[in-house]
């Protein structure tokens, strides 16, 4: 019988027999997946295992630090490289959403490649694919998948790519690798995330991406998700987030006259991602958060609650 402890024993020995003394790579997300994988790695080989977490800088408020602080926590050798500029450079001026995609794809294949060469003889790439992911990418919709293989056809292909690949929980589907998650004693704060886009924020800002809308989609994100915690709905929720848009709106502001940004709440329910639900979060919190986002960020003096499901519409706006 599948159980999650029985699971952990059989990989951690198979990891050990597989690899050896091998040196393996691997990315961190602060997602569930690229955790669990990286926690079983490092159970099984210790220090041999060299986590990348990058800040693409589209990430949410605060994510970067207190991520990388939980992972360091968890005895995981990590080294955090912010290469937010970088990615703000490839991005700047661009609007369609794949060219946007693929300039985030391009600049994360860079840094992970020059990261991973100043790791001496590694051999192995690790990553946190599971089955669905496997599944997609057999399926060729050309779906998004969380893994780093939505990147991969940039271009050459980079060093990295020379390595061998491994993917301990390519067989697991999504509840079972927080079943596993948790048998590894890993946080309740990082199993029962939400689901996040690779390209983040970068897809949530529709139309070109700055620093300054990154800053302020930052407040209204953190505003709603810490209020979807704070009222005990962040776990009934599959997925939520803020998107801003790219259009201004008149409000007034005591005698003033504004002309400000609006942005976007999403809240859905699913189980796969693959199809969704609007979630109906309750008047009296919708209200609640609208108030707290346009008394505290600066630039917004609109908020909207989008209330379509999928299909058609998709969970991300781009
Ligand atoms: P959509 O918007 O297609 O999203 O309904 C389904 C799920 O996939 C996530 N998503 C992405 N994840 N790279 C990713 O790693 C992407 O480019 C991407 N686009 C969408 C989305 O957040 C949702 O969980």
Known sequence: DWTPDSFVEE??????????????????????????????????????????????????????????????????????????????????????????????GKVFVDVFDAESKLVENAKWLGQ???????????????????????????????????????EPLRLLFKDEVRRVGASLDISPNILGRHPFPGPGLGIRILGDVTAEKVRILQEVDHIFISSLKEDG?????????????????????????????????????????????WCHLPYEFLAKVSNKIINQVKGINRVTYDISSKPPATIEWE
């Open 11 to 104: 990989t951690v020995a198979d990891l050990k027999a597989k690899l050896g003394d091998d040196r393996v790579i691997l990315g961190l997300s602060g997602g569930v997946d690229s955790s669990v994988a990286a926690v079983l790695l490092h159970k099984a080989i210790g220090k041999n295992l060299h986590c990348i977490f990058v800040n693409n800088g589209l990430l949410r408020k605060n994510e970067f630090d207190s991520v990388l602080e939980s992972y360091q926590g968890m005895g995981l050798n990590v080294k955090g490289v912010d290469a937010s500029e970088q990615f703000y450079a490839e991005l700047k001026g661009l609007t369609d959403p794949e060219a946007k995609r693929k300039a985030i």
């Open 128 to 166: 946190g694919t599971i089955y669905p992911d496997v599944i997609e990418s057999v399926s060729a919709t050309g779906g998004p998948s969380a893994t780093i293989k939505s990147h991969h056809n940039v271009g050459g292909l980079p060093d990295y790519m020379k390595l061998q690949v491994v």
């Open 233 to 277: 709905l962040y776990d009934d929720v599959w997925q939520a987030g803020a998107i801003f848009l790219p259009i201004q709106s008149v409000g007034v502001m005591g005698d003033e006259r504004t002309y400000e940004n609006a942005v976007a709440l999403r809240a859905v329910t699913s189980t796969d991602g693959m199809t969704a639900d």
